[in-house]
């Protein structure tokens, strides 16, 4: 088979965030697109099948386009690139990126780094209640926390009001030392960690002090009206179908609710329903409420924990199938 070239400009600049250290992101392109990448004086050669070739360029040329911005291209960017160049959607990389939320208290940008996470925050700023839902590592709680934090800034709400269900993963921590707050803690710490990153602590503690900010466990929610709030509700797979309802009938007048979970980390008791599985499908054709489903492909924690997802959804649909296959027939 005749072989195919086509050359690309880079500047050194560009080309050292894109190759990676010691080329490791472009033996990644290599790999994937079957194709042979060459750089000699900041031109950038691409060789091999013409419509890999295409490819490849394609996605070079939307890193480039990142890295211009001003992003760090890591492993995860490259990745995912490469996915979206196998699916001709390369240029979705730059259009997701083009979307920033907010910045950290460090000015780092924070923006959907995949087309579920884009999805994602696009819903929640059109409807008024959005479920996120998906295995670990793809951004629900963190993004919804950039929206929350974005709102309250803007003016757009008065409060913000964090919860989740206080229940322990899987073990018995026994009888926690100190006041209440002290005793909720632990369990909302990921929620204390996002806003710590985004709001900084300095200007969480005064908003917190001055009841702008709540960050309480869901049984605290009951009997009461939640107006003009952005309202997160987290790990929301633990809570009880009586629960959810209880959560979602407090919202009141210019409120915006999110709720956040994993099918697949559930910590109930065994055979108690969760309120996420019946939610999803009670509320499943009300206008105003949507439900994101992401997926391993919006992971954007380090590449193994997208593969230990994988991993995981493979074998527990073997597991499905097979328990189907030992079902007596009747």
Known sequence: ?????????????????????????VRKLEQDFQVMIIDRNGSVTVSGEEKHVHKAVSVLRQLA?????????????????????????????????????CHTINGKAIKPKTLGQKNYVDAIRKKMIVFGLGPAGTGKTYLAMAMAITAFKNN???RIILTRPAIEAG????????????????YLRPLYDALYQIMGAESFAKNMEKGL?????????????LDNAYIILDEAQNTTPAQMKMFLTRIGFGSKVIVTGDMSQ?????????????????????????????????VVRHPLVQKIVKAYDDFEAKEKSRSKDRRPRP
């Open 156 to 158: 757009e709400v008065g």
């Open 65 to 101: 386009v990142l890295s211009e911005r001003g992003n760090v291209i890591e492993e995860q960017s490259v990745d995912y690139a490469i996915t979206m160049g196998m699916e001709n959607q390369e240029e979705v990389i730059t259009e997701i990126d083009s979307d920033c939320i």
């Open 266 to 298: 559930k910590d109930l008791a065994p055979g108690t329903k969760s309120g996420l599985d019946v939610a999803t499908r009670v509320l499943a054709n009300i206008d105003d409420i949507a439900f994101c489903k992401l997926t391993n492909k919006d």
């Open 171 to 186: 073990e018995k921590l026994g009888f926690l030392p100190g006041d209440l707050q002290s005793k909720v803690d632990p």
């Open 1 to 25: 088979m005749e072989q195919y070239s086509e050359k690309i400009e880079l500047s050194a600049e560009n080309m050292q965030k894109i190759f990676g250290m010691q080329d490791t992101y």
């Open 213 to 225: 900010i709540e960050v309480a466990p869901l049984a605290y929610m009951r009997g009461r009206t």
